[in-house]
């Protein structure tokens, strides 16, 4: 694709020369004499790079540097002046200018300049293009699902998120809860800053402060250089504090200073070091019960759940499976380089079925091991684990559902065939039955 360069220049004859020169070398160069045409042409192109001279018959290319800057920050601008001074190259580059050169000294810059400067735009438009694609993936639009208690929670976390209110999510293993603190941070006013996440059951206590706050250098063994913490890394953008219910009852103390101040100290330092940072916190946990225990403040308990949004386990979300279990489909097809395009039916009722203890979690996982041994464009259901394959009808014609007794027997009896590979006589005797009774199940349950 041709890379657009705009001269701005009241002198024609050298405006031409040069863009006789630039051209050359493979670029589309559009031409202006005054400020007021230069602002036309970069209406109707994009414009890569402006070489624009620093006196115009109607105005100044110093100041309009910074009115090039404001509408179109992508645009690098080198000015070219026929006496250059330090004072105007000083105010050029806080104009925002990628650079300041003298007409006829420094004619010979100017191409590898261009390239330079050249280099900045397509570094600038990949960091857009890659935020872009960010800030999709974890926006509202990308949570998957169309169920009423799914739709609450969304809503309610696009409302919160045009604020600095400190949220608390809130609901089983599995649900999501960080997928939707990264689309609180992505709608927020915050989104160009980080998103940190800590899960604060994965570290003891000591290691969590020094991940937490950071530490000095020497303050414990190992601590060997300073070190920051994840509150720092935050700082101006969000912090997702996950399974907040595990932290140790002295660390909460800490936690709720920061969230009153502002304020922390890092593991072995006497100096206060301040941030600004969103707190967005999570947990399986009942922390009203925890409070009653004696584990969790409730001093803290207050100040996370100023907005709390329950997330609700799959379960409740039938509606959803499907629409989950085709979005996984895509997303493992697409990793494993298969063209899976369907999930059978029976398969689809075996998913709606299962009581998903574990929740979108254990759905992504399942339909992951689907697509890895699936042989077909489409998933049967002996690609899904062996619990799952529970919905068969018995000799009375009745479906099994999966809180039936027999269903549970089924899965048991398929369980102990699994271990034996198929050897039928071994498996009677590990079940503890009759070779006569287990044939009679297999029919029974339709095991072959």
């Known amino acids: 694709m041709l890379k657009n360069i705009l001269i701005i220049d009241d002198e024609e004859k ?27 042409k970069l209406e109707q192109a994009d414009i890569d790079v402006v070489l624009c001279d620093v006196k115009l018959p109607d105005g100044n290319g110093i100041d309009t540097c910074t009115k090039i800057k404001e509408r179109y920050p992508f645009t690098e601008i080198i000015l070219l002046t026929a006496y250059g001074n330090i004072p105007d190259g000083v105010q050029s580059i806080k104009n925002g200018a990628f650079d300041y050169i003298t007409k006829g000294d420094d004619n010979n810059k100017i191409i590898p300049l261009l390239y330079r400067a050249m280099d900045k735009v397509s570094l600038a438009k990949r960091v857009q293009q890659l935020e872009k694609q960010l800030g999709d993936k974890h926006s509202f639009d990308k949570i998957t699902g169309k169920s009423k208690s799914l739709l609450h929670a969304i ?19 599995g649900t999501g809860k960080e997928v939707f603190a990264q689309a609180i941070h992505q709608e927020s006013n915050r989104s160009k800053q980080n998103f940190v996440a800590i899960n604060c059951s994965a570290f003891s206590t000591d290691l969590l402060e020094s991940e937490m706050f950071g530490h000095k250098a020497g303050s414990f063994t190992g601590a060997t250089k300073d070190q920051k913490g994840v509150f720092e ?51 399986n946990r009942d922390l009203q019960k925890e409070i009653v225990a ?4 409730e001093d803290l308990f207050y100040r996370i759940s100023v907005f709390q949004i329950q997330l609700p386990p799959l379960r409740e979300r039938m509606v ?12 493992f097809s697409s990793k494993t380089n298969k063209k899976i395009k369907r999930i059978s039916n029976e398969c689809i009722e075996a998913l709606k079925q299962h009581t998903w203890n574990g929740n979108i979690r254990e ?22 684990p062996v619990e799952f394959q529970y919905h068969s009808i018995d000799k009375n014609g009745k479906q099994l559902s999966a809180f039936d007794l027999a269903s549970a027997e089924k899965i048991h009896i398929q369980k ?10 071994k498996a009677s005797e590990l079940l503890n039955i009759a070779l006569t009774t287990l044939y009679r199940k297999l029919e029974e349950y339709k095991i072959s």
């Open 14 to 40: 050298l405006r031409t020369l040069l863009a006789r020169i630039i051209s050359l070398e493979g670029f589309e160069v559009l031409q202006a004499g005054d400020i007021k045409t230069a602002f036309k």
């Open 155 to 173: 809503d309610l976390a696009k409302k919160v998120a045009q604020t600095d209110t400190t949220v608390l999510l809130t609901g089983e293993t």
């Open 233 to 283: 890394e935050a700082n101006n953008g969000t912090i997702f504090l996950d399974e907040i219910g595990e932290m140790a009852i002295n660390l909460q103390a800490k936690l709720l200073r920061v969230i009153e101040t502002g304020e922390f100290l890092k593991v072995g330092e006497s100096k206060v070091t301040k941030v600004n940072v969103r707190i967005i916190a999570a947990t």
């Open 294 to 297: 004696g584990h969790f403040r």
């Open 320 to 331: 959803d499976i499907e629409l989950l279990a085709h979005h996984f489909l895509s997303l």
């Open 363 to 384: 759905l992504k996982n399942v339909i992951e091991r689907a697509v890895i041994l699936s042989t077909s464009d489409e998933i049967q259901l002996n690609q899904l």
């Open 416 to 425: 102990v065939l699994n271990y034996t590979n198929g050897n039928k006589t």
